[in-house]
């Protein structure tokens, strides 16, 4: 997600197209159906507002049309918005009526809804982007309504060697251990949080943490440990998102993790 007045980044060297294809790994079918049932526990029920912040495509936020709720989806880059409008064309006419499209930075998101609160607001894979989260986070706490929640996933400072030492970049995965940023990978740098750092800066905001999740572990592991998964038996992918479902949970699994998924709730 970049600035407005800047360049549309995902536009460059098919980074949309890359990022939107690992939806189709082993890795991207975890995250979407380990984060879906992580949010449905804390969601209030159908039809809630949700606003999904650098909601991209829409991978995570239309799953929550199609079950009824009411989804704004909120993105800077025009080449991300196209693949959301083509996301929609095939979901059915009730879902896709649910969902408002709008092109804006997430750092001036409060103005760009028209100050409307909602029930929830989602903002998954993002904060790595950008060198200060801190607007950002503000601008996501003020969106949510009282009671409301506030759902984001970003990178584990605490994990960031697990990349490196499991590709055998052994002086990489030393610097890792230090260096809460890196190159990610679809190759832009990006960097991390922990989840004390992300909960005290909602607490600032008026939103108390409730829980929090890892994302995929096992997935990750088979991926840079060279192991192919076939993504054409489902089956073996929903077993797969089972014990990552679990994994996520649970310690001490959640805390290794490359990425966690922090839930609050706005008093």
Request: net charge negative.
């Amino acid at each position: 997600m970049g600035e407005n007045n800047r360049e549309d980044t995902w536009a460059e060297d098919s980074l949309a197209d890359r990022f939107l294809g690992a939806y189709d790994t082993a890795k991207g079918f975890v995250r979407t159906a380990v984060m879906h049932r992580q949010l449905i526990e804390h969601l209030p029920a159908a039809p809630a507002r949700i606003l999904d912040v650098g909601g991209g495509a829409g991978t995570q936020s239309f799953p929550l049309a199609a079950a009824g709720y009411d989804v704004t989806l909120l993105d800077s880059s025009p080449a991300m918005l196209a693949r959301a409008r083509e996301n929609l064309a095939s979901l059915p006419e009730d879902a896709s009526a649910r969902v408002t499209l709008v092109e804006s930075d997430g750092r001036d998101a409060a103005a760009s809804v028209g100050g409307r609160p909602f029930d929830a607001v989602l903002c998954h894979g993002v904060l790595g982007y950008l060198d200060d989260p801190e607007p950002l986070v503000a601008q996501l706490c003020r969106c949510a309504n009282p009671g409301g929640i506030v759902s984001i996933m970003t990178g584990n400072a605490r994990t960031q060697a697990v990349r490196p030492a499991l590709e055998q970049r052994w002086d990489d995965a030393l610097a890792a251990f230090d260096e809460p940023a890196g190159i990610g990978v679809l190759g832009v740098r990006g960097r991390a949080d922990t989840v004390e750092e992300l909960g005290a800066m909602l607490r600032t905001y008026g939103v108390q943490p409730v829980d929090w999740y890892g994302v995929w572990l096992f997935a990750d592991w088979l991926e840079f440990g060279g192991t192919r998964v076939d993504v054409s038996d489902r089956g073996a992918l929903r077993a797969m998102a089972e014990v990552e479902y679990e994994a996520a949970r649970r310690d001490p699994y959640r805390a290794m993790s490359r990425v966690f998924h922090l839930i609050g709730r706005k008093s």
